[in-house]
């Protein structure tokens, strides 16, 4: 079955303080694994998209990276507006074709104290 | 719209009754998905349309849900006689193909409380 991981369910770090968070997961085929950002009452806002083993991109304070088997998001001198839940998401190679449909997982919690 | 636009933003019913939420997906995108999110759950897969076909139902929870598109655009949920653990945020998500490696953007949700 597949499935998608994420730790820790939350993490507070100091401004400044850099840390990663990890998203480990298990796919049939993996076609595409997405990072979003999702603040409190609002929809997910998308980030990334990794595709193969290797992959790295990047963006202001924010760097995701995928293996094999997880992604990390690492989040260099963070800021308090940095504070929100980051979801990851697996895209799966279906059996009768690629519905785009997403597995997400259960998100990390991060807070940024000043 | 510059958006994934989704109605009511709150909804707040009685069991049994039904309701119906509202997707306007971001225009020339093709691929539409239903997502639910309950308190402290992650993202829950409900259904993808391409154009007006569901290809993918796999995640409806019941028969009670049902959903339907128009005109490759608009899609509507409808949950019949709602139960309390129908309450959750339901996420609606357009991209501009179903297939392939493109990423989905998500409206702001429809919070359904049933009381």
């Known amino acids: 079955e597949d499935q998608v991981t994420q730790s820790p369910e939350a993490l507070r770090l100091q401004e400044g303080e850099s840390s990663s968070l990890n998203c480990s997961y298990t796919v049939s085929g993996l076609r595409g694994l997405f990072w979003y950002r999702q603040d409190p009452g609002k929809g997910p806002e998308f980030l990334f998209t990794?595709?193969?083993a290797g992959e790295e991109k990047e963006k202001e304070r924010l760097k995701a990276t995928l293996t094999k088997k997880e992604s990390f998001l690492h989040i260099t001198a963070p800021k308090p507006e940095d504070s929100a839940t980051y979801l990851c998401?697996?895209?799966?190679?279906?059996?009768?074709?690629?519905?785009?449909?997403?597995?997400f997982g259960q998100g990390t919690t991060l807070q940024v104290k000043p | 719209g510059a958006g994934v636009s989704q109605s009511p933003s709150n909804k707040v019913t009685e069991k049994g009754k039904d309701v119906e939420l509202r997707c306007d997906p971001i225009?020339?995108?093709?691929?539409l998905y239903w997502y639910r999110q309950s308190l402290g759950q992650g993202l829950e897969f409900l259904i993808y349309f391409q154009g007006n076909s569901a290809p993918d139902k796999s995640g409806l929870p019941s028969d009670r849900f049902s959903a339907e598109r128009t005109g490759g655009s608009v899609s509507t949920l409808t949950i019949q006689r709602t139960q309390q653990e129908d309450s959750a945020v339901y996420l609606c998500?357009?991209?501009?193909?179903?297939?392939?490696?493109?990423?989905?953007?998500f409206g702001q949700g429809t919070r359904l409380t049933v009381v």
């Open positions: 998500a357009s991209s501009v193909v179903g297939s392939g490696n493109t990423e989905a953007f």
């Open positions: 990794l595709y193969s």
């Open positions: 998401a697996v895209q799966a190679k279906g059996r009768s074709g690629n519905t785009g449909k997403l597995i």
């Open positions: 225009s020339g995108h093709t691929a």
